[in-house]
């Protein structure tokens, strides 16, 4: 415990350094301070630890109904017992954060349940990459055909947009806007992505003096700012090239959860 932590007389599982906060945990055996770590501690790494050794199952279930870090819930949710239904099933529906309510999802053995489950989440969850799994795990095909339209033509992100226009079965509309990616997206890499996925080829040669437009200029902004290749923590591949001038500018905003799917494995590049 560092001098001012004694000084204040703070157990060290409460010290203001979280890495001695998550020290702290790795040695804590009392399931009501682990509880009260996973429900509250502003990291959500010390809270995941605290998760681990928690066996009281009405915690874990009301720790992933009330987190708002989504890596939290999802652990307790992993932690849960799968043969109590109850609990799951509550987690499912009622829970604050969306990407926990699509993990419980998974975990349902009612199926019909799931798939109401499924539907909620891709009308309304604000989380685009579990909206965007909840419409792949539809059994309803026209409804999931809405919804990547939707994702495709109004998403803000551009990789959402790409990979949603991929899911579309009819490939005028698909093109329509990926075409629109490329006319208008501000990242080279996603112009350059989208221009792959167009399967008409005369647009598609109408569209290439566009992307490399922007990769010769996205080019000459590198060598001017310094720029850095942001990496997906899952594949290692590039998914966008950032100046060291904004690149906290990505890292707050990450850590807020905007986050974009990875162009190599698809996955989301930056977890919460």
């Known amino acids: 415990m560092g001098l001012f932590d004694f000084l204040k007389g703070k157990p060290e599982w409460q010290s203001e350094d979280w890495y001695k906060r998550l020290n702290a945990v790795e040695k804590l055996t009392d399931q009501s301070i682990l509880a009260e770590i996973a429900r509250s501690d ?20 009301e720790v992933a109904k009330n987190t708002k870090h989504g890596s939290v819930g999802k652990k307790a949710v992993w932690n849960l017992n799968k043969t109590d239904s109850s609990v799951i099933t509550d987690v499912a529906k009622n829970a604050k954060n969306w990407e926990v309510r699509y993990e419980a999802t998974g975990y349902l053995s009612d199926q ?17 990459y579990v909206r965007l799994r909840s419409a792949e795990n539809l059994t309803d095909q026209t409804l999931a055909q809405e919804i990547f339209i939707d994702m495709a033509k109004n998403n803000e992100n551009d990789s959402y947009r790409i990979a949603a226009a991929k899911k579309i079965i009819n490939n005028a509309v698909a093109n329509e806007y990926l075409a629109d990616v490329v006319r208008n997206s501000e990242s080279a890499l996603y112009s350059k992505e989208a221009l792959a996925e167009i399967t008409d080829e005369t647009l ?11 990769q010769e200029d996205n080019d000459s902004y590198n060598r001017k700012h310094n720029s850095m290749p942001l990496k997906c923590p899952q594949c290692n591949g590039v998914v966008m090239i950032v100046s060291k001038f904004n690149m906290n500018k990505v890292y707050e905003n990450y850590d807020k959860g905007d986050t974009g799917l990875c162009p190599h494995c698809g996955r989301k590049y930056r977890q919460n």
């Open 42 to 61: 502003e990291k959500s790494s010390v809270s995941e630890e605290a998760i681990k050794k928690i066996t009281d199952q009405s915690i874990l279930g």
């Open 112 to 128: 019909n349940f799931a798939q109401e489950m499924y539907v909620d989440i891709a009308k309304n969850s604000d989380d685009n």
């Open 204 to 214: 598609k040669k109408d569209l290439l003096a566009i992307v490399n437009k922007k």
